[in-house]
């Protein structure tokens, strides 16, 4: 699928968009190379390496990658794929990813320890009372008086 120089007769494209070509078809080789790769692997083994939120990311990454091929299809076809189903369906796909962005953030999130920030909260508010502070259990410091 390489194209070199002298297999395109610059004649039958403008030459403005040679660069634009060669940049899509290098993106066409990575994600061949990608489906390449993930075809290597059954499913089912994928999905055991992964935890549930992870095999959801995969699940959203994939499906979205197929729709957006599918776009690009109806584009070459010359169909305008905003008129087409295939619009709703990415964007059905968004709000999914969407959701499971916002778990994984939630998950990632520090967690509050209520035992410590209750004493926090005790301690910052605490003030002496009054009268307990000529009382306090420890004496004062001074010279010792010699009982005889």
């Not at 390496?49 to 197929?66: F, G, N, R």
């Not at 778990?103 to 910052?124: M, T």
Request: hydrophobic share 35%; no cysteine; charged share 30%.
């Amino acid at each position: 699928m390489e194209m070199s120089e002298d297999d395109i007769n610059t004649e039958e494209y403008p030459t403005e968009i040679h660069d634009y070509l060669a940049a899509f078809e290098k993106s066409l080789g990575s994600v061949d190379e990608m489906l390449k790769t993930m075809m290597s692997v059954s499913r089912s083994e994928l999905l055991q390496k992964l935890d549930p939120l992870e095999q959801a990311k995969l699940d959203l990454v994939s499906v979205y990658t197929l729709n957006s091929m599918f776009w690009v299809y109806l584009a070459t076809q010359g169909i305008n794929p905003k008129e087409h189903p295939v619009k709703q369906e990415l964007e059905r796909i968004r709000t999914y990813m969407n959701k499971v962005k916002e778990i994984a953030d939630k998950k990632k999130a520090s967690k509050l320890n209520k035992g410590a920030a209750s004493r926090f909260v005790r301690n910052a508010l605490w003030e002496p009372n009054t009268e307990n502070e000529h009382s306090s259990k420890t004496p004062a410091k001074g010279k010792k008086r010699k009982t005889d």
